[in-house]
């Protein structure tokens, strides 16, 4: 475990519902990483922050993904009109602020959209 | 788009053979990471490499980067049927920044 948590870990849901994933990184990490990662592939960037300043965001992320952090602590991405392609494994990473470049990520949750 | 890219990209071995993973990426760095991932489970950071070393070691680990060939190696020495995971290279371009993985090798360590 290591310290980064991510809810619910699985969620089935209808095409075109909305679904919503929490991270709560590791406390005092400033940083914190958004990945999604489909079956036999590697996790691809999607998005991140630094405290509650959303710095850099992937074409992966469609008008209907939106991610706030909005007190720079736990993050939330959430998926509007959901569509089968968005099946993926969702990763919260974390990073602490001046202290090397490891990233901790999270258990991941995974979304099936049927 | 993925930077890095591992070859194998599946390998399978006996309990107590080395297993040796290849990862080549495209971009000048800063630096070079390998995670494990088991099956249906998050990342687990094994190892960091900087752009300026050459080699490190940890337990049955060793990493060797070399950025004039842009590639590095991971290599578990006297492997274990709970090695038997899927092995990623990340790439960081700047420190602190995002990670680029590759899309992994899948280690089957058979006991």
């Known amino acids: 475990d290591t310290g980064v948590s991510q809810n619910p870990r699985h969620k089935i849901t209808k095409r075109g519902q909305n679904v919503t994933f929490r991270c709560d990184p590791i406390?005092?990490?400033?940083?914190l990483y958004w990945y999604r990662q489909t079956l036999g592939q590697g996790p691809e960037f999607l998005t991140y922050?630094?405290?509650?300043?959303?710095?850099?965001k992937s074409r992966l992320l469609s008008d209907r993904f939106s991610a706030e952090r909005p007190k720079g602590s736990f993050s939330t991405l959430e998926i509007q009109r959901t569509e089968q392609g968005d099946s993926a494994m969702y990763l919260c990473?974390?990073?602490?602020?001046?202290?090397?470049?490891?990233?901790?990520f999270g258990e991941g949750s995974w979304l099936t959209v049927v | 788009s993925q930077q890095g890219e591992e070859d194998p990209q599946a390998l399978s071995i006996q309990e107590g053979e080395n297993a040796t993973m290849n990862c080549s990426y495209k971009?000048?760095?800063?630096?070079l990471q390998w995670y494990r991932q088991n099956s249906g489970r998050g990342l687990v950071h094994l190892i960091l490499?900087?752009?300026?070393?050459r080699e490190k070691h940890s337990g049955r680990l060793r990493v060797t980067l070399d950025t004039s060939k842009k590639s590095s190696s991971l290599l578990i020495t006297a492997s274990r049927a709970a090695d038997t995971a899927s092995y990623f290279c990340?790439?960081?371009?700047?420190?602190?920044?995002?990670?680029?993985f590759g899309g992994g090798t899948r280690v089957l360590v058979k006991p």
């Open positions: 990340a790439t960081g371009l700047a420190a602190g920044n995002k990670l680029t």
């Open positions: 922050f630094q405290n509650e300043a959303q710095l850099e």
């Open positions: 406390s005092e990490h400033n940083r």
């Open positions: 490499i900087r752009s300026n070393e």
């Open positions: 990473a974390s990073l602490p602020a001046g202290s090397g470049n490891t990233i901790y």
């Open positions: 971009t000048s760095i800063n630096n």
